[in-house]
Nanobody, 122 residues
Framework: QVQLVESGGGLAQPGGSLRLSCAAS????????MGWYRQTPGKEREKVAS???????NYAYSVLGRFTISTDNAKSTVYLQMDNLNPEDTAVYYC????????????????WGQGVQVTVSS
């Protein structure tokens, strides 16, 4: 029922910037974490950045100091500001939300965006 809709991908030159957005199709309650992943052909999906409901942020070493994750919880939206892009950042980027289970025996709920292409090239 709930879908995550991504936007903001595209083409950037080396050293340029892009801002990705990911918004739930309807307001979501009790999201406990949000994150961004990326994937290129032949490689496993890599976690780029994540943020918990408590505000704890983690970044992959490869993007540390260049990418910034932020949220607008009232809009059930997560952003990824990407600065100083380089060609190695080229990938399909996916957002991810997690909700805790409603009961102790539940397994929680995971939601994935459709993926957006980011290409960094001159």
């Amino acid at each position: 029922q709930v879908q995550l809709v991504e936007s903001g991908g595209g083409l950037a030159q080396p050293g340029g910037s892009l801002r990705l957005s990911c918004a739930a199709s309807r307001s979501m309650f009790r999201i406990d974490s949000m994150g961004w992943y990326r994937q290129t052909p032949g490689k496993e999906r890599e976690k780029v950045a994540s943020i918990t409901g408590g505000g704890s942020v983690n970044y992959a070493y490869s993007v540390l100091g260049r990418f910034t994750i932020s949220t607008d919880n009232a809009k059930s939206t997560v952003y990824l500001q990407m600065d100083n892009l380089n060609p190695e950042d080229t990938a399909v980027y996916y957002c991810h939300f997690h909700q805790p289970p409603a009961t102790i025996e539940g397994r929680g709920y995971e939601y994935w965006g459709q993926g957006v292409q980011v290409t960094v090239s001159s």
